[in-house]
């Protein structure tokens, strides 16, 4: 089973728009991070935030963390066709040796 | 590139059949994940190793077994394969409990 969800499940936006996606989860955390799938491949880290933290950003890359509402949400900025791909969350669910993904938003960015 | 290496990267199997996944992890990292991804979902976690020791397991039969050798290395063994075993299997090593995951590229089986 998966803890986390991401909404919405495809997203499809123009060049230079923004893009952001959601993620709710169920239990505790220690930490939550963000990874990007292109193409059926190996999963790239993007971010990690931990639970004592509420935003984090990288490059054009803002994460926020809202753990009273155990969600967070990844913002891409001026978006590009490069960013096409598949995004995860994943949290350690409070036990640290294992990440529990969702099951991904698809983003789908056209030049 | 994460320095995380997988083989093979695509294999054919018959169910009933037996296959093992191999995995070199990242310089200086000494713990070992695996994850199964089928069509369309995320990644599942199965087990992790740590300094090759079995270090948690996820909700997978016992005919999914793996071993972490010495220099830190993987294997990942299914036996008497099933149709739903169909995936993309995923190795990722860090240092230590995540932590950051270093994916490999990710073996793709598929069981006829």
């Known amino acids: 089973s998966q803890q986390g969800e991401e909404d919405p499940q495809a997203l499809s936006i123009q060049e230079g728009e923004n893009a952001t996606m959601n993620c709710s989860y169920k239990?505790?955390?220690?930490?939550l991070q963000w990874y990007r799938q292109n193409s059926g491949r190996g999963l790239v880290h993007l971010i990690l935030?931990?639970?004592?933290?509420r935003e984090k950003h990288s490059g054009r890359l803002r994460v926020t963390l809202d753990t009273s509402k155990k969600s967070s949400s990844l913002l891409i900025t001026a978006s590009r066709a490069a960013d096409t791909a598949s995004y995860f969350c994943?949290?350690?669910?409070?036990?640290?040796?294992?990440?529990?993904f969702g099951a991904g938003t698809i983003l789908r960015v056209k030049s | 590139e994460t320095g995380v290496t997988q083989s093979p990267t695509h294999l054919i199997k018959t169910r009933g059949q037996q296959v093992t996944l191999r995995c070199s992890s990242q310089?200086?990292?000494?713990?070992v994940s695996w994850y199964q991804q089928a069509l369309g979902q995320g990644p599942q976690f199965i087990f992790q190793?740590?300094?090759?020791?079995?270090?948690g397991r996820g909700n997978f039969p016992p005919r999914f077994s793996g071993l972490q050798f010495p220099n830190y290395s993987s294997e990942l063994n299914v036996n008497a394969l099933e149709l739903d075993d169909s995936a993309l299997y995923l190795c990722?090593?860090?240092?230590?409990?995540?932590?950051?995951?270093?994916f490999g590229e990710g073996s793709r089986l598929t069981v006829l």
């Open positions: 990722a090593s860090s240092w230590g409990a995540p932590g950051e995951l270093f």
């Open positions: 239990t505790s955390i220690n930490n």
């Open positions: 935030i931990r639970s004592n933290e």
């Open positions: 994943a949290t350690d669910g409070g036990e640290g040796n294992k990440l529990v």
């Open positions: 310089s200086g990292h000494n713990t």
């Open positions: 190793y740590y300094r090759e020791e079995e270090n």
